[in-house]
């Protein structure tokens, strides 16, 4: 893996397949919901994990495409990014302005949904490097044309 470096993963490349990620995930949620297949109560969480999948496989394709540079880093700094937005979010909502936590996720869930955002993503940036590079998508990164 010739370009796995970290200098070779943008920010904004990393930021727009973050984007990419939660407007995909959030189409398919509302998606589901549209067509009731989505419980509003909270009480089934696994479609919201599947729906992260596909939103986090979009964006991460979306940075492996346009990067054509470090696709498993990428995908993995999609993934992180939402636990940036999620402390940044956190501190500016309930620790500045002084309100009660809402109700946490559980570790395993977190734990759950954090390695399915990973893995799509990562899956995702290596088919789009290698549909941008070599021209077919596979699971392996290849030497540069």
Request: proline content about 3%.
């Given at each position: 893996?010739?370009?796995?470096?970290?200098?070779?993963?943008?920010?904004?490349?990393?930021?727009?397949?973050?984007?990419?990620a939660?407007?995909?995930?959030?189409?398919?949620?509302?998606f589901?919901?549209?067509?009731?297949?989505?419980p509003?109560?909270g009480?089934?969480?696994?479609?919201?994990?599947?729906?992260?999948?596909?939103?986090?496989?979009?964006?991460?394709f979306?940075?492996?495409?346009?990067?054509?540079?470090?696709?498993?880093?990428?995908?993995?700094?999609?993934?992180?990014?939402?636990?940036?937005?999620?402390?940044?979010?956190?501190?500016?909502?309930?620790?500045?302005?002084?309100?009660?936590?809402?109700?946490?996720?559980?570790?395993?869930?977190?734990?759950?949904?954090?390695?399915?955002?990973?893995?799509?993503?990562?899956?995702?940036?290596?088919?789009?490097?290698?549909?941008?590079?070599?021209?077919?998508?596979?699971?392996s990164?290849?030497?540069?044309?």
């Open positions: 893996m010739h370009t796995e470096h970290l200098q070779n993963v943008g920010f904004g490349r990393v930021l727009a397949g973050w984007l990419v939660v407007a995909v995930t959030s189409f398919v949620l509302l589901l919901s549209a067509f009731d297949a989505l509003l109560s009480e089934d969480t696994w479609w919201s994990v599947l729906a992260a999948a596909v939103g986090f496989f979009a964006g991460g979306f940075a492996g495409f346009r990067a054509m540079q470090a696709p498993i880093l990428h995908g993995v700094a999609i993934a992180l990014m939402s636990l940036i937005v999620w402390l940044v979010l956190n501190l500016a909502i309930f620790g500045l302005a002084g309100r009660e936590s809402w109700q946490a996720l559980t570790p395993t869930l977190t734990l759950i949904i954090m390695l399915v955002m990973i893995v799509a993503a990562v899956v995702g940036a290596l088919l789009g490097y290698n549909l941008a590079v070599v021209g077919k998508p596979s699971l990164e290849h030497e540069p044309l």
